[in-house]
């Protein structure tokens, strides 16, 4: 059994990262540490997690849990790990980071969209991509894996395999990305609240959003050309899920059957990835609770234009979910392993 701790447990990617490791043959939870609640018990702050989770929540002390655990999830807020992370890694404990504190590898970038103090550049230039399909080889021999955010996530498996074909201009990519309330964390906001969400949906961060750099290195990375991209987020009154649509113009003449023929090729090994049939486009739902992320596909003939519709659960596929995917590279163990659990519908 791998021993694994979870710091960040009082929030939601902390506790979904909780409910699926439950399920997972292969690891104990040995630890659960947050510093806002320390000395709470988790199922004060979740009821749901009654004789599930028995645990009480502890305050970060590094020595006592480097030597209890062999991995450590952190589903802390952006700028925490990069401070507690580095010790642990002295320690040889493995680290999954959940927050984007070592997703660009230029921390200047870092500094400018998150608007803190970027980590050391030898640990961004040492921590390992974590969007599992693409980086898998080097997923497997990391230390320090940088988990891809929600947004990026959906959008690069939804754009990679028509950019690696080189069959859609780089530079006319657009995204209109629309996200769950969940998202937005657990701390209360009057944005956040039940009368400023129900029946509304509303664009926030426009040209701002911390996700346009990390979107834009994974797209430079693909296709070796610089890119730009036009990206609006909206929130919209739902609890979980993410929903892309992206748009880029075809630099080849093309059908949409072709289109979908090589999206099932190019992920034809890859059991999270699931790619529609003609005419079918995935919705939200059909991916909640789950580490799927679901892609439809139209070729727009008049505009020559294709469409891309690209959906996942922003706290498991987006975020917990991803994580243990990326646990079970770095293990060899099976990637479904703990994660082969159906959608929940309705």
Known sequence: MVKVGV???NGYGGVELLRLLKQHPLVSVEKVISHSTQGCKLTEQYPHLNDVFEMTLEKIDIEEIASNVDLLFFATPSG???EIIPPFLERKVKCIDLSGDFRLKDGLLYEKWYK???AKNELLQNATYGLTELFRSEIKNGHLIANPGCYPTATILGVYPAL???WIDQKSIIIDGKSGISGAGRN???GNIFAEINENMKAYKIGLHQH????EQLLNVISGEEARISFTTHLVPMTRGIMCTIYGDLKVTISTQKMIDLYKETYKDEYFVRIRSANEW????EVTGSN???IGLRVDERTNRLVIVSVIDNLVKGAAGQAIQNMNVINAWHEKTGLANVPLYP
């Open 7 to 9: 710091i960040g447990a």
């Open 80 to 82: 925490v790990s990069k």
């Open 116 to 118: 803190n103090t970027q």
């Open 164 to 166: 690696k074909a080189k």
């Open 188 to 190: 209360a906001s009057i």
């Open 212 to 215: 346009i750099p990390e979107i």
């Open 282 to 285: 995935p919705a939200t739902k």
């Open 292 to 294: 799927f992320c679901d």
